[in-house]
């Protein structure tokens, strides 16, 4: 049965690590919610209370908008091999554009990944396990390389250039300032 917990335990952190995939969820009080699949070796926990990810450029932008807007942000981790389990992380984010602060001091703990544009920091206010008995069992192969190479091959101006014409607004035209925060 579902448990609920203030901070994160070292099972917990032990499970994280050991995933190769996870869910981010985020929505403003009128937006779409949107639900985005992430890996790549891109999490990392901080602390009892504290997550953060290196989100890569992408087709859109939603999560930034939206955490400009309303900071609330689920991510799940499900168990697709041994025992089951879904764990999900509820909490308040920020997002940090490589120009911030803060960028200097957190990117460095994360692998450098080709196309990064933004790190999400999570302060964690409710850890949720539930049994996952019901997710299917799959088993991870490897990881794609097509967007990092994609990167690679757009190069910074290329990126740049990507960013203004695909990523400034969201879904529902909400601002995610990636410009004026990342140039």
């Known amino acids: 049965m579902g448990q609920r917990y203030n901070e994160l335990s070292d099972k917990h952190t032990h ?3 050991a995933q190769k995939i996870f869910f981010v969820a985020t929505a403003t009080a009128d937006s779409r919610v949107n639900l985005s699949p992430k890996g790549m070796d891109s ?5 009892k209370n504290r997550a953060v990810w290196l989100n890569v450029t992408g087709s ?3 999560t930034a908008a939206h955490v400009q807007v309303n900071p609330r942000m689920t991510i799940m981790f499900c168990a697709f091999e ?11 984010a ?5 120009n911030n602060a803060e ?8 692998e450098p990944i080709a196309g990064a ?9 409710l850890v949720q396990t539930s049994c996952g008995m019901a997710v299917p069992y799959f088993s991870y192969q490897q990881d794609r390389e097509l967007l990092k190479d994609w990167a690679v091959k757009k190069g910074d101006g290329g990126l740049q250039q990507y960013w203004e014409e695909k990523n400034q607004s ?5 601002p995610t300032h990636i410009l004026a925060k990342n140039t």
Request: aromatic share 12%.
């Open 94 to 98: 920020k997002v940090i554009h490589k």
């Open 60 to 62: 859109g932008n939603e």
């Open 82 to 92: 041994g025992a089951p389990l879904i764990l999900r992380l509820y909490g308040t």
């Open 117 to 125: 544009r933004q790190i999400f920091d999570l302060a964690i206010d």
């Open 103 to 110: 960028w200097d001091a957190l990117y460095p703990l994360l």
């Open 170 to 174: 969201s879904l529902d035209n909400i």
């Open 43 to 47: 999490f990392r926990i901080l602390g």
């Open 15 to 17: 499970f994280i690590a």
